[in-house]
């Protein structure tokens, strides 16, 4: 596996994961479940989003290297607050900087990885996820949008974002298992999903390949 890091604020690309752990630290992601148990009783909704939430749509089962937590940017005083046990640092770009306590986050920071301490490992990233009037809008193309108690679905007591949403996410340039992932999961996607997600790429990514295998399976119901 390679990663980006920011090596003495210079942008070092392809990084070994050796060096990138020497850098920064190492993953240890949680599971959805375990993610569960962290925010069980907040006041804030949030959803398990990239490879676990396609993973329960009917994707292939792979080792995880992250796990992607999706959350309302409107909510980060929240979520600062029930997460005040742990470190928060911002990721863009390929580099990390520490959001420290009274620090604002920075403008087009979208990801914060989360860990309890120097000595941990990272357990999570929260994909701050941009609102208004109580829709969800997709950061990419505003005019696609959701509301937002229609944006996930609970599986096993666990939120989750819904197929379509997670595939829509994976649309931009999709790699070799986000392919597989759209293949094992379009099988699986309901009717309304299938229209919903063509729509979204219609409007987002035109003439984006996926479009026309989402029509094919419409014409087989």
Not at 181 to 210: C, K, Q, S, Y
């Amino acid at each position: 596996m390679r990663r980006v890091g920011l090596c003495q604020d210079r942008l070092v690309d392809e990084l070994s994961e050796e060096d990138f752990q020497q850098l920064y630290g190492r993953w240890q992601p949680f599971t959805p479940r375990e993610v569960a148990d962290l925010f069980d009783g907040a006041e804030f909704p949030w959803w398990i989003a990239g490879g676990w939430a396609a993973e329960a749509s009917g994707a292939p089962a792979r080792k995880h290297e992250d796990t992607d937590i999706a959350v309302l940017h409107d909510d980060l005083p929240a979520i600062r607050s029930w997460l005040s046990g742990f470190h928060l640092w911002e990721a863009h770009a390929g580099s990390l900087r520490p959001l420290l306590p009274g620090d604002e986050l920075r403008p087009e920071r979208e990801g914060l990885w989360v860990r309890r301490n120097a000595e941990s490992p990272w357990v999570c990233d929260l994909l701050l996820t941009r609102s208004r009037d109580g829709q969800w809008v997709f950061k990419r193309d505003e005019r696609v949008s959701l509301p937002l108690d229609q944006l996930g679905r609970t599986i096993d007591g666990i939120p989750y974002l819904r197929p379509s949403v997670v595939l829509l996410h994976k649309a931009k340039a999709p790699r070799d298992k986000d392919q597989q992932d759209f293949e094992g999961m379009l099988p699986r996607l309901a009717n309304g999903e299938r229209v919903w997600l063509g729509e979204a790429l219609t409007i987002a990514h035109p003439d984006h390949p996926w479009s026309a295998r989402l029509t094919e399976a419409l014409g087989h119901l």
